[in-house]
């Protein structure tokens, strides 16, 4: 594996995490937003990753043992359709059904609290990776000197 290799996959985990930091903040952001621009309340999403550039296992076995993945990457953005709305007896809000509840977004300030320390942690540890890689690099320089 080069150092270049070591550092763009490194860059390919900063750069997943920087949109599922983007996409965290967007469900923080709308956790009040009862209409959207189809009448409907906002709906959390999340990202889904998956590892660049895929090979099936047996290609992998018979190939050397030094080749490792190839970063990460961003497949799709999706909706949480699973969780609840949450549902607030408002009879005077403007979006209120017939019954007088509103129902708000399915986004739990907890969740996304938690999911946003998990992402910075995930790109702070492929700064320190990549800033490894960086030293090593250097240090390969240095030694001609």
């Known amino acids: 594996m080069s150092v270049y290799s070591g550092m763009n996959i490194s860059a390919s985990g900063m750069t997943a995490q920087r949109l599922r930091l983007d996409i965290i903040s967007q469900n923080i952001a709308n956790v009040n937003t ?4 189809n009448g409907n ?9 998956a590892e660049k550039d895929m090979t099936p296992f047996g290609d992998i076995l018979l190939r050397t043992a030094g080749k ?9 953005i999706v909706e949480d359709t699973h969780t609840q709305m949450r549902k607030v007896y408002d009879p005077s809000h403007p979006d209120a059904d017939d019954e007088g509840y509103v129902s708000y977004p399915n986004v739990n300030i907890v969740q996304e609290m938690t999911d946003m320390i998990d992402a910075t942690r995930a790109y702070e540890a492929n700064v320190t990776a990549f800033n490894a890689t960086k030293s090593m690099a250097m240090k390969g320089l240095e030694i001609g000197k």
Do not use: A, H, L, S
């Open 41 to 49: 309340p906002y709906r959390r999403k999340t990202v889904v990753f």
């Open 68 to 76: 490792v993945g190839n970063g990460v990457k961003v497949t799709k």
């Open 34 to 37: 009862t209409r959207d621009e």
